[in-house]
């Protein structure tokens, strides 16, 4: 039962072969599977029509265009006194983010009917 050198290197490049299909088949499962569950997440988000997401969008608008970017209440200043005694602003940080978020979240939740989980039961 003496096997002979060519039969062993028939046998290596099937071998071989098979494992480079069967690399390949996976390499497109798995590539079917990212797809699939990119589509998914799709499928997965909340419906919405344009005129629904304009509206959103109109809101989020309306809510940062009432901020009032010129009160100097929403800025933390740090002040230096320059080398020729000018007095300047050496670090400004807006803190009014908070405010803008809850204005936006303010207008865009005044789009829906907002209901408890408890009710929808």
Known sequence: MEISKAELQKRINELTEDLARGE???????????????????????????????????????AVKNVDFTDSGNYDMDFEIDYDNRITVSNIDFDGAEGISDDICEEVSSLFNIIDTEDEA
């Open 24 to 62: 390949s088949e996976s390499e497109h499962a798995r590539k079917d599977l990212e797809d699939t569950q990119r589509l998914m997440a799709i499928v997965d988000k909340p419906r919405i029509t344009r005129y629904q997401i304009t509206e959103i969008q109109d809101a989020i608008y309306q």
